[in-house]
């Protein structure tokens, strides 16, 4: 049986409608990125990986105005065609998105690894606002049921502070460190040594 990859992608949120109106209004669009559909390492992920994975990649709904509420619905209703020994990724909001949901949720499958890849640390107070996905700093839930835990991110990411990343590594002691210099917020279309660890893994 294949070993099962869940790869949550990013998203933006915000506290009011007008908010996103107003960052729609400002959005700066990569017109040759569009053009030419290229892929990110999560589409590339499943190549790296080979026969003996299958990388599942859930389109989160309204990822440009994103609600943790129907994001955590739409998870539900992967679960029931989870195998056990699951791997969770969770790339920029993706990642606080798995933190969240797994400090306050019991996944029925055994979870061999999550993997937080430049991901927003959201308490209540967070700047700026990351809505409904903040969560308390309570990661325990998290810590017991996750198996291996790694931290990934780059210290030159611009969309989310490597502060973050220091406050997961507060609330998760036990994980492991993957720091980069260059890699900004992980939108390249290579990773990989996250491919490479997922295969150390196993």
């Not at 969240?100 to 019991?106: F, Q, R, V």
């Not at 973050?164 to 900004?184: H, S, T, V």
Request: proline share 4%.
């Amino acid at each position: 049986m294949k070993k099962q990859i869940v790869a949550i992608h990013g998203g933006e949120t915000f506290d009011t409608y007008e908010e996103y109106l107003s960052f729609l209004k400002n959005l700066e669009i990569d017109f040759e990125r569009i053009k030419s559909k290229e892929k990110s390492w999560k589409k590339n992920l499943g190549k790296k990986l080979g026969n003996d994975f299958e990388v599942i990649l859930p389109e989160m709904p309204n990822a440009l105005n994103a609600k943790y509420i129907e994001w955590e619905i739409m998870f539900g209703k992967l679960i029931p065609f989870l195998e056990e020994e699951i791997i969770l990724i969770g790339h920029s909001l993706g990642g606080i998105f798995l933190a969240k949901y797994l400090s306050e949720n019991i996944l029925p499958k055994k979870i061999t690894a999550i993997f937080l890849i430049s991901a927003p640390f959201g308490s209540q107070n967070a700047k700026p606002s990351l809505g409904d996905f903040s969560f308390e700093k309570d990661l325990s839930k998290l810590q017991e049921q996750g198996g291996k835990i790694f931290l990934c991110h780059s210290r030159d990411d611009a969309c989310v502070p490597f502060s973050d990343f220091e406050k997961y590594k507060k609330e998760l002691p036990k994980a492991e460190e993957m720091i980069f210099e260059d890699r900004g917020h992980f939108n390249q279309m290579e990773f990989l040594e996250l491919a490479e660890i997922i295969k150390e893994l196993f």
